[in-house]
């Protein structure tokens, strides 16, 4: 079963918008990670962010955790056409040895 | 180029036909990864392999076999291909640090069972 859960799992905004996706998981992790997927390719590695972190930045890209509530967002500020594409989070569950993945939310970013 | 290759990039099997997914990396870590995505529902973990010469199975391993002969490959066995395995297959690699830790993946593999 998934892990993560991503809300909205379509969100459609402007150039110059900012967009915001949220994860929620289910068990304790180690840290959690963003990833990016443009159509047809492979993911491409975002952002980590720590259980004992609570914000982290990265250009343009700001991520939350809250460990209390087991939910992650990721803000993308000042959004751009090539933006586009689909976002997924992914949690480092504690004990085990391999990634856990949501069912992601697909960016369109209108020019 | 470092990173993760995927191949074939396309497959088209018959229904009860075998074949291999081939992947190697030339980042030297030690642990990879096998992937299937279907429309609509992310990842999910097929298999994986912490270090040569070891795999584990992961959430969805039932119709695949994997294999760990170096460091360097790790392949993914269809023995009787089912038109439920029609997906698109990706392999990582994961990368650690002291501050961090990532994966990269390859291309991919799309897959159909007809």
């Known amino acids: 079963s998934q892990q993560g859960e991503e809300d909205p799992q379509a969100l459609s905004i402007q150039e110059g918008e900012n967009a915001t996706m949220n994860c929620s998981y289910k068990?304790?992790?180690?840290?959690l990670q963003w990833y990016r997927q443009n159509s047809g390719r492979g993911l491409v590695h975002l952002i980590l962010?720590?259980?004992?972190?609570r914000e982290k930045h990265s250009g343009r890209l700001r991520v939350t955790l809250d460990t209390s509530k087991k939910s992650s967002s990721l803000l993308i500020t000042a959004s751009r056409a090539a933006d586009t594409a689909s976002y997924f989070c992914?949690?480092?569950?504690?004990?085990?040895?391999?990634?856990?993945f949501g069912s992601g939310t697909r960016l369109q970013v209108q020019p | 180029n470092a990173g993760v290759t995927q191949t074939p990039k396309f497959q088209v099997l018959k229904t009860g036909q075998s074949m291999t997914l081939q992947c190697a990396q030339d980042m030297n870590h030690n642990s990879m990864y096998w992937y299937r995505q279907d429309p609509g529902m992310g990842l999910r973990l097929i298999y994986y392999?912490?270090?040569?010469?070891?795999?584990d199975k992961g959430e969805v391993p039932n119709g695949y076999n994997v294999s760990r002969l170096n460091k360097r490959e790790f392949s993914l066995r269809l023995e009787s291909a089912a038109p439920s395995q029609t997906s698109v297959y990706f392999c990582a690699v994961r990368t650690r640090g002291a501050t961090n830790e990532k994966l990269f993946f390859g291309s991919g593999t799309q897959l159909s069972v007809l």
């Open positions: 962010i720590r259980s004992n972190e």
């Open positions: 068990t304790s992790i180690n840290n």
């Open positions: 992914a949690t480092a569950d504690t004990g085990r040895r391999a990634l856990t």
């Open positions: 392999s912490a270090s040569e010469g070891t795999t």
